[in-house]
């Protein structure tokens, strides 16, 4: 099968996931900036976030299927994957911000965005694994830093919330802190694919 087609679907899914989030939002009854502010409250700010690592998780799923010409079972269903977790962003940010960064809901919250990352590397090392030995994706990842130290954040902020927290309760910022921490890391533009494409181009 085509990457194109695999790139489609998972163009689809993540659209209709920002949508699904957009529409958790409260509409404010008056057209005062105050009522806006006091009906959405943090929930344009959770908001915010989540439309953040939706985005990431495009951007870079994009880059790396630039770079994939074959698409094996095991890729289709590492790609499934990935979009499931994805598509429980919505329901674990929603919950996350109307009890008001609760623990438990944002100890799921990372471990939603803990089996995202989790799910994105093994959807790497299947399609390294159908390149065989001399994969363009390896090479074009390297060590991938960013990729190693997601998840060390991400679990950095469960352990806090599960078990700093109930003794000390403005820990839970603490874990907030981690998940924006992430999301502006991989803010900063991931050009390990282009740089490989440009390095095959310049060898050609």
Same mark, same amino acid.
């Given at each position: ?6 790139? !489609? #679907? ?8 920002? &949508? ?5 939002? /409260?509409? @404010? ?16 700010? &959770? ?9 990431? $998780? ?6 790396? #299927?630039?770079? &994939? ?27 996350? /911000?109307?009890?008001? #960064? ?6 799921? $919250? ?8 989790? !799910? ?43 078990? !700093?927290?109930?003794?000390?309760? @403005?820990?839970?910022? #603490? ?25 095959? &181009? !310049?060898?050609?």
């Amino acid at each position: 099968m085509r990457s194109s087609r695999l790139e !489609a #679907f998972s163009d689809g899914v993540l659209a209709v996931i920002i &949508t699904i989030m957009v529409l958790e939002l /409260d509409v @404010p009854e008056t057209a005062n900036l105050s009522d806006l502010i006091h009906t959405t409250g943090t929930g344009l700010l &959770t908001y915010l976030l989540s439309f953040v690592y939706v985005g990431i $998780y495009w951007n870079n799923h994009h880059h790396m #299927f630039q770079i &994939t010409g074959r698409i094996t079972g095991g890729v289709l269903w590492a790609n499934l994957h990935l979009l499931f977790w994805l598509s429980l962003l919505p329901l674990s940010t929603a919950w996350m /911000d109307s009890t008001g #960064f609760a623990r438990v809901p944002t100890i799921v $919250y990372g471990i939603d965005l803990c089996g995202a990352a989790l !799910a994105y590397y093994l959807l790497q090392w299947a399609i390294i694994r159908g390149q065989g030995s001399e994969s363009a994706l390896r090479e074009a990842i390297g060590r991938d830093v960013k990729g190693k130290i997601s998840p060390a954040l991400y679990l950095t902020a469960i352990l806090v919330a599960l078990l !700093a927290v109930p003794a000390w309760p @403005p820990a839970i910022w #603490f874990a907030v802190a981690c998940y924006v921490a992430v999301a502006i890391m991989w803010l900063i533009p991931d050009r390990r694919i282009e740089h490989y494409l440009t390095r095959s &181009t !310049a060898r050609e």
